[in-house]
């Protein structure tokens, strides 16, 4: 039910049919990853690699918003990326002076 709902809300949001919107624009592992009870899951999982991927690049607010949202998904911080989230700012500032 929850599935057909939200295909229903975004046909809507699109302009376009349930069918259609299901067809062409929601890939199948979405609603099979819900009702198998993982997307969630997979959605933290996936979050998880980005931020630890990623956050070396990012600017100091970019991290803390990302470590918000860490928060807000209930994400805990492995010691490595921890350690990205202080050493970030630290060194975004150093170039931002140097400019």
Do not use: F, W
Not at 47 to 56: G, S, W
Not at 72 to 89: H, N, S, W
């Amino acid at each position: 039910m929850n599935v057909k709902r939200a295909i229903e809300q975004v046909a809507a949001r699109l302009g376009n049919t349930p069918t259609i919107c299901r067809k062409c624009y929601v890939h199948p592992e979405v609603p099979n990853s819900y009702l198998d009870g993982q997307l969630l899951e997979n959605i933290k999982s996936e979050v998880e690699t980005v931020l630890r991927d990623k956050i070396a690049g990012l600017k100091p607010e970019e991290a803390a918003v990302l470590g918000l949202m860490r928060k807000r998904l209930g994400l805990e911080i492995d010691e490595r990326t921890r350690a990205d989230l202080e050493v970030v700012p630290a060194a975004a500032h150093q170039r931002r002076l140097s400019s």
